[in-house]
C-alpha cells in the first residue's frame, strides 16, 4: 500500500508560482497514475491533473493551461508546476496516487494566493 507525501503548498502572491510535489511512501509497486485535485471548502473536488503509467496527461479544464505536470519515474514522484497563480486558486491540493485500481490519498498542502 502506498501513502502520498506532499509537499510544496504555501502563500504566494497572485501572479507567483509554487511547485507542489507529491511523493511515495511505502510500496511503489505497479503505480498507475498520480493525480492533483483541489477543493475549496464547501465546494466539489476539482480535478487539476494527472499523469498516468504510460505518460498520457489530462488537465482539468479551469487551468487554462498555467499548470504543468510532470514525473520522474525513477522516484514515482509527481510533480504540479504552478505559474501565474490567481486567488481563485487558493485550494487545499491533494494528491493521489493510484495503485493497483485503487485510490490512495495524501493530507492535502493548503495553497493560498493572495490578491
Known amino acids: 500500500q502506498v501513502q502520498p507525501v506532499e509537499s510544496g503548498g504555501g502563500l504566494v502572491q497572485a501572479g507567483g508560482s509554487l511547485r507542489l510535489s507529491c511523493s511515495p511512501s511505502?510500496?511503489?509497486?505497479?503505480?498507475?497514475?498520480i493525480g492533483w485535485v483541489r477543493q475549496v471548502p464547501g465546494n466539489q473536488r476539482e480535478l487539476i491533473a494527472v499523469?498516468?503509467?504510460?505518460?498520457?496527461?489530462d488537465y482539468g479544464g479551469s487551468v487554462s493551461g498555467r499548470f504543468t505536470i510532470s514525473r520522474d519515474s525513477a522516484k514515482n514522484t509527481a510533480y504540479l508546476q504552478m505559474n501565474n497563480l490567481i486567488p481563485a486558486d487558493t485550494a487545499v491540493y491533494f494528491c493521489?496516487?493510484?495503485?493497483?485500481?485503487?485510490?490512495?490519498w495524501g493530507q492535502g498542502t493548503q495553497v493560498t494566493v493572495s490578491s
Open positions: 493521489y496516487i493510484r495503485q493497483f485500481g485503487r485510490n490512495y
Open positions: 499523469i498516468r503509467s504510460d505518460e498520457s496527461i
Open positions: 511505502g510500496s511503489t509497486v505497479q503505480i498507475d497514475a
